[in-house]
């Protein structure tokens, strides 16, 4: 079983900064793309940004120039930098991982979120 615990969201103000990190662990044998998405009150949960393990990265549009993830792979860890924060980016974010576990099952596990909230 694959385990993925996120950390570091909180409430800060507009124009401020928050680093996400989300940790896998369990019975892995590879990460293929982490990434990291968001969901707002009413709203459909949204893919913010992703990244291959050769650290190819793509983002959505909105958060572009502002929020980088990265990748740790020896740790099986990924984060997201978020910069110049705006209200809009309110919303949990959640971690997920396509992982092929010791079993060679491929799946993609989630994690169970983090609030994000950004004041004005």
């Known amino acids: 079983q694959v385990q993925l615990v996120e950390s570091g969201g909180g409430l800060v103000q507009a124009g401020g900064s928050l680093r996400l990190s989300c940790a896998a662990s369990g019975s892995i044998l590879n990460i293929f793309t982490m990434a990291w998405h968001r969901q707002a009150p009413g709203k459909q949960r949204e893919l913010v940004a992703a990244i291959s393990r050769g650290a190819v990265t793509n983002y959505v549009d909105s958060v572009k120039d502002r929020f980088t993830i990265s990748r740790d792979n020896a740790k099986n860890t990924a984060y997201l930098q978020m910069n110049r924060l705006l209200p809009e980016d309110t919303a949990v974010y959640y971690c997920?991982?396509?992982?092929?576990?010791?079993?060679?099952?491929?799946?993609?596990?989630w994690g169970q979120g983090t609030q994000v909230t950004v004041s004005s």
């Open positions: 997920a991982a396509d992982v092929i576990d010791r079993t060679n099952t491929r799946k993609t596990s």
